[in-house]
């Protein structure tokens, strides 16, 4: 049974864990303090009360040896022993940039002492304070780069800008603060010398505030099963609701107005944005494929990696995103004309690089042999959609027009979540909500008009 000494205005509780390996009895102790203008009498009889939930705590092993640890000391735990093996690079790297903001909030406070309205206040001044700034250049910073001699290239690899936000820049686009500061460093000026900032009023949207819970309450979720806590906050907490949208997509005639519009466009970017819109591929997926992935006798494409780019690496490959994202699947007479063609175009640019030639095996590279940087590919879809009448879609809706043009073409939503490779026929249900009702109504317009009664039909 749990000792009770009351202390000043707190009480203490000690409780027995049984005895160590050289007979000594090992001890639990805790504190707990009555909320203000709590009567000594309730007071009394909540200390009972809570000795009763700790001494449970201490019988079952839902106690940690050193219980007392900070929020940030724990998340670091976390990284090290949980992340670092279990995560993806590029989701760390999302990761520790959230921790920004959650440290200077959350971090100083004690795993146990983290309280759903710690949560909910963070939750709302994310919401109701400015989100990381964007910049836009008030110089021509391309011709600034060249006179100090600096290719776009040269200047990303040195000084570790993102190649795409570096494009933008010089195209008088907005970009982050991160990559702004980093190219005020490289060129050795002042960032209000560069840049302006482009958002003044702009606000962290809910998806975003989400993605903030959504890390907080891994963690929190891990140190319950650490023991170093017995609840997790975070599960009675909801965070702002995100508005649905619907994924972008092209119809049917504008796939067939982007294909036709692709016929000028550079062979391996012409080539990879087929493949995109027949296989419905993640952009990672697409750049990681080797020709060993490529079955032609079979007509399939095996995905298992992922290329991707973070600064303190380059570009290299991953793990696909999830176990059912590893998939081999049937590809279109189309998705391999445009394969072998790319085939045809790499001999050719083998030959005329000679030894410069960069060797990969990878099926989409650049002139050179060398991988195609992701944000390379989506800079180019961008430029090249911008010049057209088409909707203003990004790389990414490409694999949405897959998955849409499917399912309006009345394949079962099982068969199309495969092709995907999502987790569960649920994730393609959730995305593809719109696309699912619009295919079940023809369905029952289909139907509606087949059982029609053969005289109201000879009317019609």
């Known amino acids: 049974m749990a000792n009770i000494t009351k202390r000043g205005n707190s009480y203490r509780f000690r409780v027995s864990a049984g005895y160590s390996t050289d007979g000594k009895q090992i001890f639990k102790t805790m504190t707990w303090t009555p909320p203000a203008g709590m009567s000594a009498k309730r007071a009394e009889k909540e200390a009972q009360h809570q000795a009763a939930l700790f001494e449970e705590q201490v019988r079952t092993g839902q106690t940690a040896d050193n219980k007392r640890v900070k929020f940030q000391d724990f998340a670091e735990k976390w990284f090290t022993d949980y992340a670092e093996t279990q995560l993806r690079r590029k989701t760390i790297a999302s990761y520790r940039d959230l921790m920004k903001r959650i440290y200077p909030a959350l971090g100083h406070l004690y795993l146990d002492k983290i309280r759903p309205a710690h949560l909910t206040a963070f939750y709302r001044e994310l919401t109701d304070t400015t989100?990381?700034?964007?910049?836009?250049?008030?110089?021509?910073?391309?011709?600034?780069?060249?006179?100090?001699?600096y290719s776009l290239v040269k200047f990303s690899e040195e000084f570790g800008v993102s190649r795409s936000a570096l494009t933008n820049a010089c195209k008088g686009k907005n970009i982050g603060y991160d990559n702004a500061a980093k190219i005020a460093a490289g060129l050795n000026m002042k960032l209000s010398d560069l840049f302006d900032v482009a958002n003044p009023d702009s606000r962290l949207s809910p998806a975003t505030v989400g993605k903030y819970h959504r890390v907080i309450s891994s963690i929190m979720q891990t140190a319950v099963e650490w023991q170093y806590i017995v609840a997790n906050p975070c599960e009675r907490v909801k965070p702002p609701k995100v508005p649905k949208s619907e994924a972008a997509f092209l119809t049917v005639e504008q796939a067939i107005e982007l294909l036709d519009l692709l016929q000028d466009a550079p062979t391996h970017y012409r080539c990879a944005v087929t493949v995109l819109l027949f296989c419905g591929f993640r952009r990672g997926e697409l750049l990681g494929l080797t020709w060993d992935d490529i079955d032609f006798e079979h007509h399939t494409i095996n995905v298992d990696k992922a290329t991707a780019y973070l600064p303190e690496y380059?570009?290299?490959?991953?793990?696909?995103?999830?176990?059912?994202?590893?998939?081999?699947?049937k590809v279109s007479d189309e998705a391999l004309s445009a394969l072998r063609e790319m085939k045809t175009w790499q001999t050719?640019?083998?030959?005329?690089?000679?030894?410069?030639?960069?060797?990969?095996?990878?099926?989409?590279?650049?002139?050179?042999?060398?991988?195609?940087?992701?944000?390379?590919?989506?800079?180019?879809?961008?430029?090249?959609i911008e010049k057209t009448d088409l909707p203003q879609i990004h790389i990414h809706s490409l694999r949405h027009t897959f998955a849409t043009l499917h399912i309006g073409n009345g394949e079962a939503v099982t068969t199309v979540s495969g092709l995907l490779g999502h987790a569960s026929p649920n994730t393609t249900t959730k995305i593809y909500a719109h696309s699912i009702r619009s295919a079940q109504a023809a369905a029952a317009d289909a139907l509606q008009d087949l059982l029609r009664p053969k005289d109201h039909r000879r009317a019609q």
């Open 314 to 329: 380059g570009v290299y490959d991953d793990d696909t995103k999830n176990e059912s994202s590893e998939r081999v699947i």
């Open 131 to 149: 989100k990381e700034s964007t910049y836009k250049a008030r110089i021509d910073l391309r011709s600034l780069l060249k006179g100090r001699g």
């Open 348 to 384: 050719e640019c083998r030959l005329a690089a000679g030894s410069l030639w960069k060797e990969s095996d990878k099926v989409f590279t650049n002139p050179d042999g060398g991988p195609i940087h992701p944000d390379t590919l989506s800079s180019w879809f961008h430029d090249f």
